[in-house]
């Protein structure tokens, strides 16, 4: 669940960089590569930030 809360808050930050570089003229061919490379860098931060701690092993 917190992933996915995370992954939309992100989503909706992407949502408006792209907004913001269509406002100010930016090619559509670089508002899709500015976009793709957030989206990664958020599923990336997203699972490093939510996943599970792995219980020691005795």
């Known amino acids: 669940m917190n992933f996915a809360l995370y992954l939309v808050g992100f989503l909706v930050f992407v949502g408006g960089v792209a907004w913001g570089l269509t406002v100010i003229g930016v090619s559509t061919t670089y508002i899709l590569i500015a976009s793709l490379v957030l989206l990664g860098i958020g599923i990336m931060t997203g699972v490093t930030r939510t996943r599970m ?6």
């Open 53 to 58: 701690k792995d219980p020691p092993s005795t």
